[in-house]
């Protein structure tokens, strides 16, 4: 009888896989993840309470490992057949960002485990990005972007017997999982050598660097992978400290006791030395898009809670649009704590307000004489009879990836897209709707009232 591998498992060796080459490749992203340890230690150490919430929860075991990674493709192809390599590692398309408004010619979704027993196992996920070639302005320069992305392909033929193997029998033995790991990395890995004369990178580069980047090489190199931090703010300093570039401010909502959302920062894209093809000529020139990237992770907010953040967060970028964040970052910084301020800094007020998910808990020593329904959950919780464990928010904000994004591209690109969004052809060229995050949420808060009248 087969015995497949289990999902889980296959994205947690792919995640080691994909750390274990970009530590190679960028040996930056090393030291960083060196000093991310350090302050995670440091944390450990002195917060004996917060260890033992992280080992309650299955955060603690799951704290050194590689929580996202992102990649930009160039064609519809591309994308339908990134979702069924990660269909395989039990990783599934999860909302839809459109990167236009902020001058970002791309529109993205990100691939993810989405139950809490696979989340636990291994949460990695994969900021995936595809390039709107109607957005290239130049016609001639469209076209020719069009016919270079044409004639490329990603994938190795054997990574893609793997992908209809998986798809026919329903699994993949170890083997199989094995070489498809082995396989798929190679789609990541970094070309020093370009697919196009400098001529052209330099057209494409003018147009938007992430054009370039995008359509310039072989393969769709990850830019970024991403671990996670337990004191983002202490990392931003140590990087300083260190003489890793980082980039000016950490982007999401302020410091707080009760993490909302997500906050990240990044040390800032490398300039790498590539080769540019020309017939037989090898003409040097370098190339700037990878970096190393820091997240720390709160609680998913409810649409009302996150209507509200999107408000508050428009005030703060409106009225801090002309600080210069490289020199007056606590500006920046004192602004948004005093919008933010709005939104209670509390667990208990945070669920009262119908702002934030969490998950119901018996307290101990409680006993339960009654259905739990969600509406009488917040007068349960008041009376001491439930707790509330917070559920980890797991995807992305647009307007914080769009900072990272401007960080690491030298800040001079075009300031916005004029063009409509346009889920419907993205969801058209990944062949599937992507999930909807809020419903996600909802169902694991859902799910917890269940087990609770279960048990009573």
């Known amino acids: 009888m087969s015995q497949f591998v289990c ?20 040996p930056l992203f090393g030291d960083l993840l060196k000093l991310v340890n350090d302050v995670n230690g440091k944390v450990l150490e002195e917060d004996p309470e917060l260890k033992q919430k992280l080992q309650e929860t299955g955060e603690l075991e799951r704290l050194e490992q590689t929580r996202h990674g992102a990649i930009r493709i160039g064609k519809k192809e591309e994308l339908h057949t990134m979702r069924r390599i990660f269909a395989v590692m039990g990783m599934y398309p999860v909302a839809y960002y459109d990167l236009a408004p902020a001058g970002i010619p791309v529109h993205s979704t990100a691939f993810r485990p989405i139950d809490p027993e696979s989340l636990i196992k291994c949460p990695f996920r994969v ?3 595809l390039l ?11 076209k020719q972007a069009e016919e270079i992305l044409a004639k490329r392909n990603i994938f190795s033929p054997r990574a893609i017997e793997l992908v209809e193997k998986f798809e026919k029998d329903g ?10 790991v082995k396989e798929v990395l190679e789609t990541f890995r970094w070309q020093s050598e370009a697919a196009v004369s400098k001529e052209t ?60 959302l997500l906050r990240q920062t990044s040390f800032k ?9 020309y017939g037989e000529e090898r003409v040097p020139g370098s190339h700037t898009a990878r970096f190393g990237e820091i997240e720390k992770r709160g609680v998913a907010l409810t ?13 703060v970028l409106d009225e801090t649009a002309n600080v210069d964040m490289s020199k007056d970052a606590e500006s920046y910084y004192a602004v948004l704590k005093k919008y933010f301020d709005e939104i209670p800094d ?89 999930l909807d995050p809020f419903e996600i949420y909802s169902k694991i808060q859902k799910d917890s009232i269940d087990a609770l009248n279960k048990k009573a």
């Open 7 to 26: 999902k889980d498992e296959i994205r947690l060796k792919f995640s080691q896989a994909m750390s274990d080459m970009y530590q190679t490749e960028v």
């Open 127 to 129: 900021f995936c990005s």
């Open 132 to 142: 709107r070639l109607e957005l290239i302005e130049d016609a001639d320069l469209r």
């Open 171 to 180: 699994g993949l033995e170890q083997a199989d999982a094995d070489e498809f």
């Open 201 to 260: 990178y330099d057209a494409l580069h003018n147009q938007h660097r992430l054009i370039a980047d995008i359509v310039a090489f072989k393969v769709p190199h990850i830019n970024h992978l991403t671990p996670r931090a337990l004191d983002i703010d202490a990392v931003q300093r140590g990087m300083f400290e260190r003489g890793i570039p980082a980039k000016d401010i950490i982007e999401g909502p302020p410091r707080r006791k009760c993490l909302i």
């Open 269 to 277: 894209a490398l300039n790498e030395d590539v080769q540019f093809v």
């Open 303 to 315: 649409p009302k809670g996150r209507k509200l953040y999107d408000e508050l967060l428009a005030k």
């Open 346 to 434: 509390c667990y208990d007020q945070l669920h009262e307000q119908g702002l934030a998910y969490f998950r119901y808990k018996l307290a101990d020593d409680a006993t339960l004489d009654k259905e739990v329904t969600e509406n009488n959950a917040s007068e349960l919780v008041a009376s001491g009879v439930l707790k509330l464990e917070p559920i980890t928010y797991e995807d992305f904000l647009p307007v914080s990836a769009a900072g990272i994004f401007r960080s690491n591209l030298g800040g001079a690109e075009k300031r916005e897209y004029d063009e409509a969004s346009n889920r419907a052809l993205f969801e058209q060229n990944l062949g599937e709707s992507v």
